[in-house]
């Protein structure tokens, strides 16, 4: 019996046997061609994307009614990649410039864009290389005849086991009830789907399938990131009790959908979610968000060779607005830069890509491109309450550049006769050490500030969490961060502005009460993260929270400040 550990998606615990798939890249032929056999070869390639095409199209047919309604956005983004010039043009001229096999030339060319996204600062855009990879081990299996070929064919009910897998494919394999997976993080379209659907899910665990046999017996707790494996009768009796307990518990929190988050002593709290697609809105609808804290736009701009124009932005942030049905929608600007590079945009070269320009920084050196994202968010604010969202602010100067742009954007849309939203609300995201310490000053300019505590904890402890070296140091809860959040918060409570925590800190129960007593009263996170933190702040006393944290504050000590925090929701233990 040995355990992996990774990331947990939530769903709870599945038991049972485990199915291994092959890895996603293939081991592809690499051959030169003669000339007169290039067009055979183009042609092989336009055949592979018709066939992976139809695929997905039919699957997305044969989506169940019960499918999230992120799934069928998914698909799209795969097929989107089928037609995008940069990739399947390039592998077209690989093929046509140097002679190589058809397999060769979309492997070659898929790792190239793929390797793009790898030197990303951003783990949101990392993950995008995956999609690429993806869409071409789709394509190398149609090339090589093996598409229709069904995975995880044995087991009836399995626990698969793979290097990665993509959102199609997890759609596909509905007989499975639950996935070990070594690559990928908590913002990969396939861990978002999984989220979606509550399919126990870990990813990040490395080595899984080098380890771990076909039908050898697997516990998989996605809710604490532990896959046991070839457990002992003892173990496995104690997780299916644990996994007993936990339906249950899912059960009462399918009841809380249409409660108002009060906490017991009356403080009412909003909670939010956060998007990355506009499929995404329905079912955060569903699970009863107050509204969306966080839309992120840079899906618009991704895996493409031209920029989207106005009215494709509109129409994709309307979408939003119009499924919330009158509840709030915060649309970040675009959080893009020399980490995140457009292809439609110049490249700037930065030394460390982190501490460049990026976010409301290029958005402001690129007052275009900017202005077109601003009409499109005015526009869409007619069909409800829709808020601008600017990330990355450390400047005084940033806020008064971003609200002369949205004024000259009115102007814009009005010299067109073209109807607007003539108020939205603008707010700026504290995410990094120098806004956290002017919290007060930007809460007087702004109508509202959201914090991103996984970027503020970041760069206060110069610390990439996604850097196995130094990520074991990587500590939301460091008293250092935790003085920041609470700073944000006084200093937007001063000032009667709204304030919410959208990092992935705010779908944390364990967080809940801490946060609740630094005098947070929004939170926004993924929407499959709602149910349980509203449990939390169901049972939680604000009032005495505030008291407790208070003294938690005060103490420098990492190990206090964590057995503090223990404390936090123990009475007897106060």
């Known amino acids: 019996m040995f355990s992996l550990h990774g990331s947990g998606l939530g769903g709870g615990i599945a038991i049972g046997r485990a199915h291994r798939l092959a890895p996603q890249l293939l081991d592809v032929a690499h051959y030169r061609i003669e000339q007169h056999r290039v067009g055979a070869e183009l042609v092989r390639i336009d055949c592979a994307i018709v066939d992976s095409r139809q695929a997905l199209e039919t699957l997305t047919e044969n989506l169940p009614s019960s499918a999230p309604a992120e799934a069928r956005a998914l698909i799209d983004i795969h097929l989107m ?93 509905r007989n499975g009830i639950g996935f070990a997976i070594d690559l990928g993080g908590t913002t990969s379209h396939a861990a978002i789907l999984a989220r979606s659907l509550q399919v126990p899910t870990v990813v990040g665990l490395g080595c899984a399938r080098e380890l771990i046999r076909d039908d050898d017996w697997v516990i998989l707790d996605a809710d604490a990131g532990v896959v046991i494996v070839a457990p002992d009768e003892e173990v496995l009796a104690q997780y299916r009790t644990l996994q007993a307990e936990g339906l249950l518990v899912k059960d009462k929190l399918k009841r809380l959908t249409n409660v108002p988050a009060v906490t017991v002593d009356g403080v009412g709290v909003e909670l939010l979610a956060n998007i990355e697609l506009p499929g995404e809105a329905e079912s955060a609808r569903e699970m009863g968000a107050d509204g969306v804290g966080l839309f992120r736009s ?156 996984n970027d503020l904890a970041q760069y206060t402890l110069a610390i990439d969490r996604d850097d196995y070296a130094v990520a074991a140091l990587y500590d939301p809860y460091h008293p250092a961060v935790l003085r920041l959040i609470a700073g944000t918060i006084r200093a937007a409570n001063k000032r009667r502005r709204q304030v919410s925590v959208c990092g992935e800190f705010a779908g944390e129960p364990e967080a809940t009460a801490l946060l609740l007593g630094m005098g947070l009263r929004q939170f926004s996170m993924h929407p499959a993260s709602l149910l349980r933190i509203k449990r939390e702040v169901l049972h939680a006393d604000a009032g005495k929270l505030a008291v407790r944290v208070a003294r938690l504050l005060r103490a420098d000590d990492p190990i206090r400040a964590r057995a503090m925090r223990e404390r936090l929701t123990d009475p007897e233990r106060q």
């Open 81 to 173: 990649l089928l037609e995008d010039e940069l990739f399947v043009q390039g592998a077209r001229a690989i093929v046509t410039e140097q002679g190589w096999n058809a397999e060769w030339a979309v492997a070659t060319r898929a790792q190239e864009l793929a390797e793009q996204f790898d030197e990303f600062e951003d783990l949101y855009m990392r993950e995008r290389g995956r999609d690429v990879r993806q869409v071409a081990e789709r394509l190398l299996k149609s090339l090589s005849g093996t598409s229709a070929q069904v995975s995880g064919a044995g087991a009836e009910s399995p626990i698969f086991v793979a290097e990665d897998i993509s959102p199609a494919d997890l759609l596909a394999m």
């Open 298 to 453: 840079e899906f618009l701009f991704m895996n493409r060779p031209d920029l989207p124009d106005e009215d494709e932005q509109f129409e994709a942030y309307r979408d939003v607005v119009v499924a919330m049905r009158g509840k709030p929608v915060t649309i970040r600007t675009l959080d893009a830069g020399a980490d995140k590079p457009i292809a439609a945009m110049k490249a700037i070269h930065s030394a460390n890509p982190a501490l460049g320009r990026r976010a409301i920084r290029l958005s402001l050196a690129e007052p275009e491109i900017f202005l077109v994202q601003l009409r499109a968010m005015l526009r869409a604010g007619r069909f409800g309450r829709v808020r601008i969202l600017l990330p990355m602010l450390a400047h005084g100067h940033e806020v008064d550049q971003s609200l002369r742009l949205i004024e000259q954007a009115r102007e814009q849309l009005r010299d067109r006769r073209v109807a607007f939203a003539e108020h939205v609300e603008v707010g700026g995201m504290i995410e990094i050490p120098a806004a956290a310490l002017s919290a007060d000053y930007f809460a007087g300019r702004l109508d509202f500030m959201a914090i991103g505590t």
